[in-house]
């Protein structure tokens, strides 16, 4: 038996360390503005989800295929205005409180965009007497 050194691999840097050349900060890009397909999908999802209803009820009672509500949910459809107003129907609002909410939608979005923190109101008015 042979005494033999232990096998040790020896690191032999290419490159002498040196410090990276200054870069400039990477910009972080501003937040984009949603789509109105999604802010529309947003709403009907969360008007869906606080009537307890299930996404094939609200599509038959609109008469419009399960995946595709689906789709038009998730903003991966540009849903028609017929349909939108079948679906806002379906959950009993008209299309203009679709509109309106998607519209308070897009103004929460822009007001987290600026840094002002506002109260959700789900759509919903509220008055305070003073």
Partial sequence: MTNQAPNHAR?????????????????VPAPKEPLWRDLV???????????????????????ISMPYL???E???????SEVLA???HALGLDLGDLLSLARDELGR??????????S????????VAA
């Fill in 11 to 27: 690191v032999i840097p290419l490159r002498p360390h040196e410090p990276a050349p200054h870069l400039p900060e990477p910009q």
């Fill in 86 to 88: 079948a679906a806002a």
């Fill in 109 to 118: 979005h822009r007001n987290r965009r600026q840094g002002r923190v506002t």
């Fill in 41 to 63: 999908g947003d709403v009907l999802r969360q008007e869906r989800l606080a009537q307890e209803r299930t996404l094939k009820d609200v599509a038959d009672a609109a008469r």
């Fill in 74 to 80: 998730r903003g991966r459809k540009e849903a028609s």
């Fill in 120 to 127: 959700p109101s789900n759509g919903r008015l509220s008055l």
């Fill in 70 to 72: 689906s789709e038009v």
